[in-house]
């Protein structure tokens, strides 16, 4: 029990071994091609990307199944960088230098990416990045898998406007005060103003991570609402925070046949938590639903629960980012023959993989995929069943059109443009650092 | 004090029976009016002689209509659904009200090659919609279910609505005149009139006439006279739904009409300015109670005991995982008492709290007394492994607590909209100070704790097992946390990071309150969640949050014992 120093002698000796067993194992696992898989497996942002951790894990194992990359087998090195942005930048410096992953699949929350930017650049890596975001940026060694604004806010502000969608003319835009929600609402009230609507149908409401008491504000939007004009609130509230909202919408019976809200951060995963009864018609606007009854899904579905020993386990939007995201990295190594960074990255661009809801997903030379649109409604069930999708896939447009700031500018990773940020107007490119 | 929190008790028994004694005066003034009456009543009799004709005339015309109206349904597009509500509505078949319920509950299916509709129920089977038997030789590859979307289920809502005016039940009428109001569907009119002349109780007959007058009121082509008494009708109501409705006719209206709607208006916006301030305080005292539970366990351990104790916020996570534990269990052996499940949560989780708390004295706290910083990084540590434990135990996701029957949903009180759900917390958090003051102060244990914690030596030298109290005290708290989770689990997540949220916000309330004084943490919860509430309208719940808490950094400089703060011997001891 105590510690003597001959008992510290041998801890430190154990240590040692262990570290000496480790590093041969290393040596000898050499034939393999690394995967690092940078998600949260602690803190705030556990409940969405231990998730993704183990979504990566079962593409791996398959990827092994049939035979590994290269004729190599696949292995995972998982970190936690435990939702401590600043962590995200050591763990990934940790995996690219002493791992020597060959690529890296991770981050979730805006501010984990733009804390990793900087390494990834610096050691020439891979980064994809699976969850919707608020767009304005594209870098040479990201692959965004995840919608940018307009394949996700912009159509669902197209629906609700649409006589299907209730022609909606009074806007509440609800979100978390952070960099996402800021952005997306600056784009939204951009686009709405630019549909002809007025500043004082327009209502902008941020509140605190985690906000739990929404009696002030559901009643606010109540009161917004009560103006003579078909009203919706599209939200754009972080995950852990809406659980109170939906439960305080329901207490107070406002209706999605009175005041629909469209959320663009709620999946199947976050409404596992809420009775969703009361919360039946509201909307969420993704890219792929549980719910969407594909070949491809149901197979992806069975999979997923069988792997995870779960059948209640739910799939999600993020989840396909990472599955669509794997396939195209995999085929673009089998065009490159080789996992060489800078041969992925050029070979990435025009591959096509079939996403998991019926159709192709190209990586445009913007570094960002072609993904449809579907806006669902919130079932009994807590799944969403889609009312709404567009024709085809759509293209993401990183600049967004609608700020001052990021209309001239576009993102080609071609050569000989090779920029992420060039100005059509100037024909200049902004610069490799491109935020 | 005192008077206050009287005045906040009796408030609403009062307000309870001047509800109750106008509506005894309603209902003996209702049948009075008898004029009015006799010709309803003519007017009703003819109807109900008309629709009794038809029904007899025409069982084979409506046969077709109503296989028209169904095969609606089977296109798979909303506009045509909402279309085949509209005609089977018009069918009048006796089975509309099952189609209906069928559509609204998911449980209608449509084969998509022969466009035949039918029942699915719970285990699958097909039903077949005339005879309810089982059809056998379905394909079930071709079927699917009948989707709705927000347009057809209003649709639904109102057609159902409509149908549902002259159900026997009282309430189920009361729920279908309001579904009408908000349905605003001009076919309903015929139905409304024949369900307002048969309608005997007052309360439902004036919220039918409400929803008439929603139908007449926005449409250009009545008489300008009945548009007039629909806008009194509707202002008469005054609610935001009202509000909502008279601005619209407001807008697209002109005369008279326009006039009256936005007098009516006018009126109803400073009714319910002023109600929304009471609103306000109201949904303070909310914030302020569950604060007060967030808080008060901490109040005995850091308050009382002066452990700074960082981990009290996963006591309170405990406590609402036993909840979601509780209710599991409850679900799979005893489903019929579920309602109940909260009431063996609260006792259930002091108890396991408790325990984690005399535990974690026993095996940390002990031996960290008298060094602050020491206590601070080990209970941090301790707060970090149990949330990572619950993580691992139950995973990272967010349970579900459902809540039971009593506490969901929200009422009318003179205007006010409360939610029963935050009523209820009030009370607990009411019942659990009380009962912890009476605790501290009535019983020999509350006297031992108390000496201990004001001069340890002298109470050891009456003969107290000080270590004991010690580990009972600390107990207390982190089982009152447990209990306060149980309360939260109501209004927030259940999930692993569910302590972190409160943890701040506790140590802002007891430090504000006057550390070692329950009842200035009493007051400081209260004057906390009032104040972000009135200033929240303002600007904004990010600011709010600032500007309050720039306050107490002053009033900490100015006053830094806290609001209360412990006079004698005892605080420099």
């Known amino acids: 029990m105590s510690l003597t120093r001959r008992n510290m002698l041998r801890a430190t000796g154990a240590l040692l071994g262990g570290a000496i067993a480790l590093a041969s194992f290393g040596a000898q696992a050499a034939d393999t091609i690394k995967v690092g898989i940078l998600h949260s497996l602690s803190g705030t942002m556990a409940i969405s990307e231990t998730t993704l951790k183990d979504v990566m894990l079962m593409l791996i194992d398959e990827q092994n199944k049939k035979g590994g990359l290269l004729g190599k087998k696949l292995e995972a090195v998982v970190v936690d960088p435990a939702s401590n942005w600043p962590l995200f930048a050591e763990k990934a410096r940790e995996l690219i230098s002493k791992d020597k992953v060959s690529a890296v699949f991770g981050c979730w929350t805006s501010v984990s990416r733009k804390s990793v930017l900087p390494v990834f650049e610096e050691l020439d890596s891979i980064l994809f990045y699976p969850v919707q975001y608020e767009g304005e940026e594209s870098q040479r060694n990201v692959f965004y898998t995840g919608a940018a604004p307009n394949q996700q806010a912009i159509p669902a502000v197209d629906y609700l406007m649409s006589k299907e969608g209730g022609s909606v003319k009074r806007w509440v835009l609800a979100g978390t005060d952070y960099v996402y929600p800021r952005t997306t609402n600056k784009i939204l009230e951009a686009y709405l103003k630019s549909k002809g609507v007025a500043s004082e149908d327009i209502m902008i409401n941020y509140t605190p991570f985690g906000h739990s008491d929404w009696q002030t504000i559901v009643a606010d939007i109540k009161k917004f609402g009560s103006a003579g004009k078909k009203t919706a609130v599209v939200s754009t509230i972080n995950g852990d925070a809406n659980v109170p909202f939906y439960k305080e919408l329901g207490n107070k019976g406002i209706k999605a046949t009175d005041i629909p809200v469209v959320a663009f951060s709620v999946g199947e995963e976050e409404l596992a938590g809420i009775d969703t009864k009361p919360l039946v018609g509201h909307l969420a606007a993704w890219n792929y639903f549980q719910s969407i009854d594909t070949p491809d899904n149901k197979a992806f579905i069975k999979k997923w629960k069988a792997y995870t020993k779960n059948p209640k386990r739910t799939t999600n939007d993020p989840m396909e980012a990472h599955v669509i995201g794997f396939n195209m990295w995999v085929k673009a190594v089998e065009k490159a023959g080789s996992v060489d960074p800078d041969k992925v990255i050029d070979a990435m661009i025009g591959v096509s993989v079939p996403n998991l809801t019926g159709g192709l997903s190209t990586m445009m030379p913007n570094h960002h995929i072609t993904k449809p649109v579907m806006i669902g409604e919130i079932q009994g069930d807590g799944q969403i069943s889609t009312v709404w999708q567009t024709p085809g896939t759509v293209v993401a447009q990183e600049w967004s059109p609608y700020l001052e700031g990021s209309k001239d500018l576009i993102a080609d990773w071609r050569k000989p443009l090779s920029c992420g940020n060039l100005n059509v107007k100037t024909g200049k490119c902004g610069g490799k650092a491109t935020n | ?573």
Request: charged residues 15%; proline residues 3%; glycine residues 8%.
């Open chain 2, 1 to 573: 004090m005192s008077a206050f929190e009287l005045q906040a008790d009796r408030s609403p028994v009062q307000g309870m029976f001047v509800k109750l004694a106008s509506l005894k005066l309603a209902a003996q003034f209702g049948p009075c009016n008898l004029q009015n009456k006799a010709g309803v009543l003519l007017k009703l009799c003819a109807k109900i002689l008309l629709s009794l004709m038809l029904l007899v005339a025409a069982p084979v015309a409506h046969a077709d209509d109503f296989d028209d109206a169904l095969e609606h349904f089977a296109t798979d597009k909303f506009a045509d659904t909402q279309d085949g509500i509209a005609a089977l509505a018009a069918s009048g078949s006796p089975l509309t009200l099952k189609v209906f319920d069928a559509l609204a509950s998911g449980h209608l299916v449509a084969d998509t090659e022969t466009s035949k509709v039918y029942f699915q129920a719970d285990d699958d089977t097909v039903h077949d919609i005339r005879t309810d038997a089982v059809v056998p030789d379905v394909d079930a590859d071709n079927l699917k279910k009948v989707r709705i979307n927000n347009a057809v289920r209003r649709a639904l809502d109102a057609a159902q609505g409509t149908l549902a005016l002259l159900a026997p039940d009282k309430v189920k009428r009361l729920a279908a005149a309001e579904a009408v109001f908000q349905g605003r569907d001009a076919a309903a009119l015929p139905s409304l009139d024949t369900a307002i002349g048969k309608e005997r109780d007052e309360g439902v007959k004036r919220v039918m006439m409400q929803a008439r007058a929603a139908l007449i009121a926005p449409d250009a082509q009545a008489p300008e006279a009945a548009r007039l008494v629909a806008i009194t009708a509707l202002k008469d109501r005054g609610d935001q739904d009202a509000q909502g409705l008279l601005a619209s006719i407001a807008a697209s209206s002109s005369g008279k009409v326009k006039t009256a709607a936005q007098a009516a208006l006018t009126n109803i916006q400073s009714n319910l300015a002023l109600l929304s301030s009471v609103q306000n305080v109201w949904y303070g005292l909310s914030l302020g109670s569950v604060l007060l539970l967030a808080a008060i366990g901490l109040a005995i351990t850091f308050g009382v005991m002066g452990v700074i104790n960082m981990a009290h916020g996963e006591m309170v996570m405990i406590g609402a995982y036993v909840t979601f534990g509780v209710q599991q269990a409850m679900q799979a052996y005893a489903p019929g008492l579920i309602q109940w499940s909260l009431l063996v949560a609260v006792p259930l989780s002091f108890v396991v709290t408790g325990f984690i708390g005399v535990l974690i004295e026993r095996s940390i706290i002990r031996f960290l007394y008298g060094r602050p910083l020491e206590t601070l990084l080990a209970t941090f540590g301790l707060s970090l492994v149990l949330q990572q434990a619950i993580r691992t135990m139950f995973g990272a996701n967010n349970r579900d607590v459902t809540a039971p029957a009593f506490m969901s949903g929200s009422f009318d009180f003179f205007g006010l909209s409360i939610t029963s759900g935050r009523m209820w917390i009030i009370v607990f958090a009411l019942i659990v100070f009380f009962v912890l003051q009476l605790v501290l102060r009535a019983t020999s244990f509350g006297l031992r704790m108390r000496a201990v914690t004001q001069n340890r030596r002298m109470a050891s030298a009456m003969g107290i097992d000080t270590n004991r109290i010690d580990a009972l005290a600390f107990g207390l708290g982190s089982g009152i946390a447990g209990m306060a989770g149980v309360a939260l689990s109501q209004i927030d997540n259940v999930s692993p990071n569910l302590g972190q949220s409160y943890i701040i916000d506790s140590f802002l309330v007891v430090v504000f309150g006057g550390v070692g004084n329950l009842w200035g943490t009493f007051v400081a919860a209260l004057t906390l969640g009032v104040a972000n509430k009135l200033l929240e309208p303002f600007v904004g719940a990010v600011l709010g949050k600032i500007v309050l808490l720039v306050f107490i950094i002053l009033f900490i400089q100015k006053r830094p014992r806290g609001l209360f703060a412990l006079k004698g011997r005892a605080v420099e001891a």
